[in-house]
């Protein structure tokens, strides 16, 4: 018999054993530098340090008080935020004292260094009320009709052969006119060839649906645009701040940058609120006339969500296309009303480019952490929680890129595969993910032609995909026991600025 502290000495060293163990494919060197195992063209898992808000390790501003408001007895609010939000641009935060806002409409914050702010996520601090039966985003943030224009004259093509999509160096036809601090995109065109390669030209169709339902993958829609900072040029060479993430492959079209332009607003943030939406009771899982999402970043830069709790909506917080380094941070999403079924409960969604979500949490959503379609990345979910999930986190449909789960809790599944006929044809929904030290009771990582997945010290039980079981498997190391660094975010961004960095991330 193992006396009691015996036993625990056991257990300690048993743990310690374990935290102990290091991923072949990240490790730290004996200079305390992280290494990297590539595989035989190059490619390794890519550097996620760069997503978030200022590019990372730049903590959030505190933006001075511009407006204060105080809740009123009775009426609509929204008019009266909306003016406050509109005469703010460009001074600071308005501030909305503790108490109940009642909003039947959106909330729009259209001009940079504006933030909403309020006096408290709980119960008891600051609760926008999103009234009415109107299916709508509660809290937009971004520039009105703004798009990313290419400036003509500046494309170059990409003259390497093979680009890793974990380099950060290629080779132009020319670097005229190109100088460091450009922001630049690397367009990645889609083929026929890579469609093919793939196998998203012969997607099956979803069982019992009509004939054509399931619609195949085209080359005219797949093409990514990855913006980039040029960090150096040297010669033909140009250095960039972070991965593009997808090889650039002169099989399948090659690739080419370009100078661009794109009119976000920047400094934006919404912080320390409770948004509640208004739903008919006993409804809790059929009501959809009601608001949908609780904040939606669209055109922006350097733009933050934090401490907000978002109750009732189907979506909490939700980046598109156009924003750019983005944090979500300490935020909650809870008790969602809607059906459970396709397009609803996602609880963090990203789409847009360096986004970071940190710490935080779901309760009964579908998709907890989740990405969309053609998702450039880098992205990265770190330290989140959800229970009572009705379905899985993970890249959701169509070829997003480049994110890191980073110590996910997922009480349901976590999920990385060719989706094939699911929605109206989801097929491959990423690559270059990467699960590190994650959780879930069911995991699937699979392999898609061309790229690569990995989980590396996530504990659950590995399974083969629901839609394409035959898929060959992405990388799995460590299973059941996490590694060493704990975090593969923190510890990139530590190694890239020094660990003071790290303190910009706490609470």
């Known amino acids: 018999m193992i006396r009691p502290l015996r ?86 935060a308005v501030l909305l004292q503790r108490g109940t806002y009642r909003v039947a409409g959106t909330l729009k914050i259209r001009g940079s260094g504006v933030v909403l702010r309020g006096e408290g996520a709980g119960e008891d601090g600051t609760v926008i009320l999103a009234t009415g039966k109107t299916q709508r985003t509660l809290i937009e943030v971004g520039a009105e009709g703004a798009r990313r224009e290419e400036v003509p004259g500046t494309r170059r093509a990409i003259m390497d052969v093979y680009v890793p999509w974990s380099a950060k160096v290629f080779t132009v036809q020319s670097t005229d006119g190109l100088r460091a601090g450009d922001r630049i995109v690397v367009h990645r065109p889609a083929t026929p060839e890579w469609i093919r390669e793939l196998g998203m030209d012969r997607i099956r169709n979803r069982p019992g649906a009509p004939a054509g339902e399931t619609r195949q993958w085209s080359a005219a829609g797949f093409s990514m645009e990855f913006e980039r900072t040029i960090t150096a040029i040297a010669g033909s060479r140009v250095m960039l701040d972070a991965p593009v993430m997808q090889a650039i492959d002169a099989n399948f079209g090659g690739g080419a940058i370009y100078r661009h332009t794109f009119p976000r607003i920047v400094g934006c943030g919404v912080e320390r609120l409770r948004l509640v939406s208004e739903y008919e009771k006993g409804r809790e899982t059929s009501d959809e006339e009601h608001a949908w999402i609780g904040i939606e970043l669209g055109a922006v830069e350097n733009a933050w969500v934090r401490d907000v709790t978002a109750v009732h909506f189907s979506h909490a917080v939700q980046t598109d296309r156009g924003a750019i380094f983005t944090t979500v941070q300490d935020c909650a999403h809870l008790e969602p009303v809607s059906q459970i079924t396709g397009s609803r409960r996602y609880s963090f969604h990203l789409q ?59 009480d349901r599944q976590l999920r990385v595969q060719d989706r094939q006929w699911a929605g109206s044809g989801h097929g491959w929904a990423g690559a270059q993910q990467v699960l590190w030290n994650c959780t879930s009771p069911i995991l699937v990582v699979q392999q898609p032609p061309t790229a690569q997945n990995w989980a590396i010290g996530c504990v659950g039980k590995f399974v083969a995909g629901d839609y394409s079981p035959n898929a060959p498997r992405g990388i799995m190391e460590a299973t059941g026991a996490p590694v060493t660094p704990r975090s593969l975010y923190l510890t990139q961004l530590a190694q890239r600025l020094g660990p003071a960095a790290l303190e910009s991330l706490r609470k």
């Open 7 to 92: 036993r625990a000495a056991v257990w300690l060293c048993l743990i310690s054993a374990l935290a102990a163990a290091e991923s072949a494919w990240v490790r730290v060197g004996a200079d305390g530098r992280l290494t990297y195992r590539g595989d035989e063209r190059g490619n390794t898992i890519p550097d996620f340090s760069r997503a978030g808000y200022g590019g990372g390790g730049v903590r959030l501003p505190a933006a001075a008080v511009a407006i204060t408001l105080a809740p009123q007895v009775a009426g609509d609010d929204g008019e009266r935020i909306q003016a406050a939000l509109d005469q703010a641009s460009g001074r600071g």
């Open 352 to 410: 847009g480019h360096y986004g970071l979500v940190l710490r935080c949490t779901a309760r009964g959503s579908r998709h907890a952490f989740v990405t969309g379609s053609r998702v450039p990345g880098p992205n990265v979910f770190l330290d989140g929680t959800a229970t009572g999930s009705h379905s899985d986190s993970g890249p959701h449909h169509r070829w997003a890129v480049g994110t890191l789960y980073d110590n996910i809790a997922d």
